[in-house]
């Protein structure tokens, strides 16, 4: 069995890889003819764990290669960017470009299945419709299926075997036809569905949870205002057992929460343009704070521009936007993982007045010694936007440590 992923970025690569060193043959498709020869040589600039060697592992069974022609297959799997516009209104060029691609060659009794991150009915609306271009009718001629990927980077290839998946299939033969196919794989359940609630759930997950963020976001900053600090509090209200506060910090970045609840907007109003709203706005909470206890023109150290912890990956990024908004100052950032940015800490804290924890990268605690930092600064300003330091160690050695969440 040929399969074709469409699409050779964080999902798709390491999804043709596992389908590879599972046996089958697949064809990584991508437009970009650089990326695909890359690829071929074993060089892409994705930072998984482990994604390397499980790549390497998928080359020497010899059934993967990448391609910039799509090729006849017996099941496509599209895994394409579902980004939004600068009016948050999403942009399914690749997935149409996709569905386009794989009409003309699409034969009787492939599959096809979408794994982006789609506005509600896309698959059948949008997707359905593009294939049957070439004459061929969904359900009669062809399978197809909505089955979102539910993994979160920096866990990618451990989340893609171990998580529980969701199939939304246009009717019952295409619902078990995916779960045939992922089931040589997934070692959690398959839930089947139709494609709308499969591609509404995926949305509801990431809404669920940029939800529950920025509720911590907006409780941090209550929590300032009231002269108390929102990490005791959270600790003691989630001893309550249905209570799970979310952990506040400087904004909600990747390639997801900021995204995909977008999807699910309908016009301005409702819950979440706000929620979005909160979020977005922790990045300009900390510039404030940063604004309020920092000379102008002096420096500021931020550390960690990954969107999380202990990943490289920079995208939608709070402290790149922060950097934006601190054209007062002189900004140097810092980031284990980034090479352009891997210098030495104690090196760029030099003649610094703020020094400011963005991520909570392991690599900060095991590293950074506060007596060592501070005698290099020449300010003493320590803003943690994560409870990460210990507070009382920064203190005694000197420093005037500011807590997000908290009025000190
Ligand atoms: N964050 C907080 N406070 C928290 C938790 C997270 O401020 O308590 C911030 C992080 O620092 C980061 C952002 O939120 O900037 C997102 O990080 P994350 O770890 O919550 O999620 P992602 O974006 O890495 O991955 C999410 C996951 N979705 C859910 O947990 C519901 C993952 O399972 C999805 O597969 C992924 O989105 C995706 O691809 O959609």
Same mark, same amino acid.
């Given at each position: ?89 999403? +942009? ?5 470009? &996709?569905? /386009?691609?794989? $009409? @003309?060659?699409? =034969?009787? *009794? ?60 246009? +009717? ?5 036809? &995916?779960? /045939?196919?992922? $089931? @040589?794989?997934? =070692?959690? *359940? ?219």
């Amino acid at each position: 069995m040929r399969i074709s992923v469409l699409g050779l970025g964080y999902i798709g690569l390491p999804t043709a890889a596992i389908f590879a060193n599972r046996g089958f043959e697949v064809v990584g498709f991508d437009t970009n003819g650089d990326k695909v020869e890359d690829i071929n040589h074993g060089v892409f600039d994705i930072h998984e764990p482990g994604l390397r060697a499980f790549l390497r592992d998928a080359f020497n069974t010899g059934n993967f290669r990448a391609d910039e022609k799509l090729v006849e297959s017996d099941v496509f799997i599209i895994c394409v960017p579902t980004p939004i516009d600068d009016s948050n209104k999403p +942009d399914l060029s690749y997935v149409k470009d &996709a569905g /386009e691609r794989v $009409s @003309t060659v699409l =034969e009787r *009794d492939n599959l096809v299945i979408l794994e982006s991150t789609v506005p509600p009915g896309t698959t059948e609306n949008v997707l359905l419709p593009l294939l049957e271009e070439n004459g061929l009718k969904a359900g009669k001629d062809f399978s197809l299926s909505y089955c979102p990927e539910r993994v979160m980077p920096g866990k990618i290839l451990k989340e893609l075997t171990e998580n529980q998946r969701i199939i939304g299939g246009i +009717d019952e033969k295409s619902c078990r036809r &995916a779960e /045939e196919l992922y $089931s @040589t794989f997934v =070692e959690g *359940d398959i839930f089947t569905t139709d494609p709308t609630t499969a591609e509404f759930s995926k949305l509801a997950e990431n809404t669920y949870r940029d939800t529950n963020i920025a509720l911590a976001n907006e409780f941090a900053r209550l929590c300032e205002l009231h002269g108390t600090d929102v990490w005791r509090m959270r600790k003691l209200a989630n001893n309550h057992p249905r209570v799970d506060i979310l952990k506040p910090g400087p904004g909600v970045g990747g390639h997801c929460l900021p995204v995909d609840p977008w999807f699910l907007v309908n016009g301005d109003s409702g819950l979440i343009p706000v929620v979005r709203k909160i979020n977005d706005g922790m990045v300009e909470h900390v510039g404030k704070r940063i604004r309020d206890n920092t000379p102008k023109e002096s420096v500021v150290v931020l550390l960690g521009t990954a969107y999380k912890a202990n990943t490289e990956d920079q995208r939608n990024s709070p402290t790149m936007k922060l950097v934006e908004r601190l054209q007062d100052f002189e900004v140097r950032i810092h980031d284990p993982y980034v090479s352009e940015q891997r210098g030495d800490v104690y090196h760029l804290v030099k003649g610094a007045h703020t020094l400011v924890l963005m991520v909570d990268h392991r690599y900060y605690a095991d590293t950074i010694t506060p007596s060592k930092v501070l005698e290099l600064m020449e300010g003493n300003t320590v803003i943690d936007s994560r409870d990460f330091f210990d507070a009382k160690g920064w203190e005694e050695a000197g420093a005037e440590y500011i807590l997000l969440g908290a009025n000190r």
